[in-house]
């Protein structure tokens, strides 16, 4: 069973440059998550869809972050314009409406 | 006061060795508890679920403590590939809802 994509798997920008994340989730998983991870610690949820619907954004900045999943299947994760803080690891996770969340390998962005 | 806390380590133990992490959280309407290991530059797999009885996976121990909002895992017998980030994960209720990430505990295996 192929795992959850994504894409790119690293990205260096500097500041105030727009960056656009990709996440194909496994076949069938309702539920998509975007995670940011800072070196150091654990990863944090910025935004969970259910289907194609936002079911928890509030810890996403929204003045800068915004994430769609359109048709309910592939979802895209934008940062517009980046901040030396938002270097980090971006994990893609999906799971079935209950059920273990699954990790994609994640796009590593450095801010410059 | 962070949501989950654990020791950050790193944890220097030698193959054969026994080590138990321990892990505090501060929702106590958390029902569900994971362990997740993250390998160097890899993403968070699921190691193993925690049940309030407590459960074993080979030689993995894991337990759970409500009273005092506290997890455990234990490692029997370490191998050099148990060296990891181990991280103490909760969450309000079920599968789908937000998982809630500890800092993690590095463990670092010695032949």
């Known amino acids: 069973e192929a795992g959850v994509a994504q894409s790119p798997r690293y990205k260096i920008i500097e500041k105030r440059q727009s960056v656009a994340f990709w996440c194909n989730p496994i076949?069938?998983?309702?539920?998509l998550y975007w995670y940011q991870q800072i070196l150091g610690q654990g990863p944090k949820l910025l935004i969970q869809?259910?289907?194609?619907?936002?079911?928890?954004d509030s810890q996403l900045p929204k003045d800068r972050f915004s994430a769609e999943r359109l048709k309910g299947v592939d979802s895209t994760l934008k940062i517009q314009p980046a901040k030396l803080e938002d270097s980090a690891v971006y994990l893609c996770a999906s799971s079935l409406d209950v059920g273990t969340q699954y990790f994609g390998p994640g796009t590593r962005l450095l801010v410059l | 006061r962070k949501e989950v806390e654990q020791d950050p380590g790193p944890f220097n133990v030698p193959e054969g060795a026994t080590v138990a992490f321990n892990c505090t959280y501060s929702n106590s309407a958390s029902q569900s508890f994971f362990w997740y290991r993250q390998d160097c530059r890899k993403e968070p797999k699921l190691l193993m679920s925690v049940y309030s009885s407590g459960n074993e996976d080979g030689r993995f121990t894991a337990q759970l403590n409500r009273a005092s909002q506290y997890i455990s895992l234990l490692i029997r017998d370490s191998k050099l590939s148990d060296s990891a980030t181990y991280l103490c994960v909760v969450s309000q209720a079920g599968g789908n809802t937000p998982l809630v990430f500890g800092k993690g505990t590095r463990l670092s295996v010695i032949a």
């Open positions: 869809f259910q289907n194609n619907g936002v079911v928890d």
């Open positions: 076949s069938g998983h309702a539920t």
